[in-house]
């Protein structure tokens, strides 16, 4: 059982975490928001058969009126017609900044109800009840919200800080191996930040992580800290952030380079063997670290390298991604396990080392 405060963003809330939260959900939610009359669940249709059914009453009982508003399960969640849904749905029961949005889900469902609550008259609170290991351990802190245009991930964005965040380590139980895995690889790499302890954690008990249980509530628990206390410092250096995106950087390209055939928990797992691979070239890092990592991801059934680098399309990516005047972006990148530095680097020396990294990468698989 944890509790975390979270400051970010000019806002401060908490995140609880606890098995069989969500029957408690309606308590915790209340005491996060005392006045709020009603709770306006969004959710998916995967989802809501699974857990609307226990949530909504634990609302009804903490005093809150409850709507509900169902979108597409996944990515099809978070495209302009199932915002605009939402934005109806929000109108027909008149939504107003004494209500609180509540996003019942993943990642996605995160994405397209968040951005929806940012939005919607200028802005409704929201609260987090994340149903995927990846928004779990990582998206339901911090505010990132977005949609897709056109197939084009996460166009538009802004910043929403929740109201509550309630993670409940039972829902995972009906989580997709697959989808569960994709999550694991934001745990590799908190563990990449975090140090040779966290580390050591799941490569002792990888087979223990995948059953669900109390082994991966204390991965969630050590990641959501490390990301808290990542949030708090950067308000006051917003470059710190960066840290977090060690394999991001490059695993987001990768990710838009296969035009989303890779998913993200797939593209951050090549990403960070990649990255290791790029400060193994310069120098910086020992090989048997980047090994050890590559080792790790693959006891997850997580790719460690790409089947077809399609370098063109790759840097376009980067390139997107707004390198600074002089052609750098900034990478974090990791000199041991536990020690990792944001620097600057050269899309240029990218583009020049990429060929090499991906035969390496290859031959380690
Ligand atoms: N905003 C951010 O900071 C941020 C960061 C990373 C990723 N993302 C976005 O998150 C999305 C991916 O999110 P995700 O990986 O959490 O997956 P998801 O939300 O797309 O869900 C994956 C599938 O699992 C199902 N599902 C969810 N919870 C379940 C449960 N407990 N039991 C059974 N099925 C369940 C969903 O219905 C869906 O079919 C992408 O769109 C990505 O762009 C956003």
Redesign the pocket.
């Known amino acids: 059982m944890f509790d975390i405060e979270v400051k970010y963003g000019g806002a401060t809330y908490r995140a609880h975490g606890e098995r069989g939260a969500l029957a408690r959900a309606g308590n915790i939610l209340r005491a996060a928001a005392p006045d709020a009359r009603r709770a306006v669940v969004v959710t998916?249709e995967?989802?809501k058969p699974?857990y609307l059914k226990a949530l909504a009453p634990a609302l009804k009982r903490a005093g809150f009126a409850v709507r509900s508003a169902t979108v597409a399960?996944?990515?099809e969640a978070?495209n302009f017609a199932q915002l605009a849904d939402l934005y109806r749905e929000f109108a027909a029961v008149v939504v107003s900044r004494s209500d609180v949005v509540v996003a019942l889900?993943?990642?996605?469902?995160?994405?397209v109800a968040g951005f929806a609550a940012a939005t919607f008259k200028s802005g409704v609170p929201w609260a987090v009840v994340p149903?995927?290991l990846?928004?779990q351990i990582?998206?339901c802190l911090?505010g990132?919200?977005?949609v897709d245009v056109d197939g084009l991930?996460?166009q538009v964005g802004t910043f929403h800080q929740p109201t509550a965040v309630i993670v409940d380590g039972e829902?995972?139980a009906?989580?997709?191996a697959k989808?569960l895995s994709?999550?694991v690889a934001e745990a590799v790499k908190y563990a990449v930040l975090g140090g040779e302890e966290a580390f050591a954690y799941l490569e002792d008990n990888a087979p223990l992580v995948m059953r669900a249980g109390a082994e991966l509530d204390a991965v969630v628990e050590r990641g959501l800290r490390y990301k808290a206390s990542v949030l708090a410092s950067s308000e006051r250096e917003r470059g710190e952030s960066h840290l977090l995106n060690l394999g991001r950087t490059l695993g987001r390209a990768f990710e838009s380079a296969s035009r989303f055939a890779l998913s993200?928990?797939e593209a951050l797992a090549v990403g960070l063997v990649y990255t290791g691979l790029l400060a193994e070239l310069r120098g910086e890092i020992a090989t048997e670290a980047v090994i050890r990592v590559a080792a790790l991801l693959r006891r997850f059934n997580l790719p460690t390298y790409l089947p077809t680098l399609n370098l063109d399309k790759t840097l376009e990516a980067l390139v997107a991604g707004k390198p600074t005047a002089g052609g750098e972006i900034y990478v974090a990148l990791p000199r041991d396990i536990g020690q990792v530095v944001v620097e600057p680097v050269a899309v240029r020396a990218v583009a020049e080392l990429l060929p090499q990294i991906h035969r390496l990468a290859r031959s380690m698989a």
């Not at 889900?105 to 994405?111: E, I, L, Q, W």
Request: with cysteine; proline share 3%.
């Open positions: 998916d995967h989802v699974l399960a996944g990515d978070k889900g993943g990642g996605s469902v995160c994405d149903t995927t990846l928004a990582d998206l911090g990132d919200v977005g991930k996460n829902l995972l009906t989580l997709p989808h994709a999550g993200h928990g």
